[in-house]
């Protein structure tokens, strides 16, 4: 039967090798396009261009359009299924607005929709945050499984649990971009256009998840032992009181 030093440390090797994998988790979500898909099932014809969009989808950085380009002398006929046997399609991708605009140009162009622009840099921060403070308390989990000293495992608890909170505020500002661009087009989309979330939001849902889940792991595990409670010598030594000041010369 293993210890109980044995067990603590096997447990926080598993929570530390979780918070690994939903480091890679976040990271697929971060830089793919596909955390909100809108789908045309008829297709929409733009006239300015005479291309026919089928989709987009949207991440953090980039929006997506899929589009269906006519063959020369070819009369489109409303139909997804038969246009896409009949029809070239092509995927173009751009970003989503994240640079700041003077107030000259919000004049000559009151079109700009700032209020996307904040949602797209808020998201784009929180992204980026969530990914430091990720690699921040994967370092210090890695470490503190090797060392006895409780406060290394509440330091590891801490950042855990911050990088899952800056998980879900990253997911919650895309979540009201995408619905805020969703109430603007609504007068631009027919009313069988159908609106799913893809995978990368759920990418980001799992590693908040386990980040979360990891912080509540170290934080039982990072609780002070005193007395008979102390397993070790060597917890003893490294949870000892340290006094601070000043070294007293002969």
Known sequence: MASPLQAERTALLITTGACGLAFVFMVIAVATPFWAVVEFPGGVKRNNTGLVELRWHRGIWTLCSVTLKPRPNEFYSGATTGAMNSEENTSLCKSVGLRHHSTEELMQNPAIDTTSIDYNRSAAAFGIMTLALMVLGLAFSCYSIRRYRYMFKRLSGFLNVMAGACAVVCIQVLVTAVYHKKNIWSVRYPADTEF???????????????????????????????????????????????????????
Do not use: H, M, Q
Request: proline share 2%.
């Open 196 to 250: 799913i979330w893809g995978y990368s939001i759920y990418l980001a849902w799992i590693a908040f998840a386990i980040y979360a889940a990891a912080g509540i792991v170290f934080f039982v595990f990072s609780r002070k032992r005193k007395g008979d409670s102390t397993r070790t010598d060597e917890e003893v030594e490294e949870n000892a009181p340290v006094i601070l000041g000043r070294a007293v010369l002969g």
